[in-house]
T-cell receptor, first 113, second 113 residues
C-alpha cells in the first residue's frame, strides 16, 4: 500500500527566503508525482507534474525534483512571497487498474511580509 | 476554457439523509475522479470513472456510489449520511485514463449534523 509523507507539517519563513518542501513515498513503482497548492477552504491547483522517467520540472520560481529509487521528491520555492502562503500537497500516481492519486497530508506554508 | 465545476458549493444535511454531488469535467476530458478531504488531511480517493465505466474504487463503504454520464459529467451519491462524512468533496478530471495531470474543481463542502 502506497503511503506518502510530507515534512515539515508547517513552515513559516520571511519574505524573500528560498525554501524546500519534502515528500517521501513508500512504493517506488509510480507513474508520476504531482505537486498541488491548496488555499484555505478551496480546491487544489496543480503546480507541477513529474513523470517517473524525469528528474525534475520547473515552472517560474518553482522547481520539483524526483528521486524514484529513494522514494523522494522536493519542491523548491525561490524568493518566496506572501502570496505563496498556502498548503502544498504532494501526490503520487501508482497506476495499476486505476490511476488514483495518493496524497500526503500537506505542508502549511506561511510567508511573512 | 472553463475548469472543473462542482455543485453545490456548500451543503448541510442531517444524519441518515442522502446527498448527490455533481461534477462537470474540463471540456474534452474523459476521466473523472472523486476524492474526500477531511479537515487537516490529504484527499482520499473514492472513485475513478473513464468513458462512463468505473475504473477504480477506494476504501469507502457501499453507501458511496457514483456514475458518469455520456457527456462525461459525474455524480457522487452518499446514502445514510454519518457525521464522519462531513468533508470537502473534490472532483478531478483528466484528458485520458488518469495518468496525465489531474485538474481539480473547487469542491463541495458537506456538513452533516
Amino acid at each position: 500500500k502506497q503511503e506518502v509523507t510530507q515534512i515539515p507539517a508547517a513552515l513559516s519563513v520571511p519574505e524573500g527566503e528560498n525554501l524546500v518542501l519534502n515528500c517521501s513515498f513508500t512504493d517506488s513503482a509510480i507513474y508520476n508525482l504531482q505537486w498541488f497548492r491548496q488555499d484555505p477552504g478551496k480546491g487544489l491547483t496543480s503546480l507541477l507534474l513529474i513523470q517517473s522517467s524525469q528528474r525534475e520540472q520547473t515552472s517560474g520560481r518553482l522547481n520539483a525534483s524526483l528521486d524514484k529509487s529513494s522514494g523522494r521528491s522536493t519542491l523548491y520555492i525561490a524568493a518566496s512571497q506572501p502570496g505563496d502562503s498556502a498548503t502544498y500537497l504532494c501526490a503520487v500516481n501508482s497506476g495499476g487498474s486505476n490511476y488514483k492519486l495518493t496524497f500526503g497530508k500537506g505542508t502549511l506554508l506561511t510567508v511573512n511580509p | 476554457d472553463a475548469g472543473v465545476t462542482q455543485s453545490p458549493t456548500h451543503l448541510i444535511k442531517t444524519r441518515g439523509q442522502h446527498v448527490t454531488l455533481r461534477c462537470s469535467p474540463i471540456s474534452g476530458h474523459k476521466s473523472v475522479s472523486w476524492y474526500q478531504q477531511v479537515l487537516g488531511q490529504g484527499p482520499q480517493f473514492i472513485f475513478q470513472y473513464y468513458e462512463k465505466e468505473e475504473r477504480g474504487r477506494g476504501n469507502f463503504p457501499d453507501r458511496f456510489s457514483a456514475r458518469q454520464f455520456p457527456n462525461y459529467s459525474s455524480e457522487l451519491n452518499v446514502n445514510a449520511l454519518l457525521l464522519g462524512d462531513s468533508a470537502l468533496y473534490l472532483c478531478a478530471s483528466s484528458i485520458g485514463t488518469g495518468v496525465e495531470t489531474q485538474y481539480f474543481g473547487p469542491g463541495t463542502r458537506l456538513l452533516v449534523l
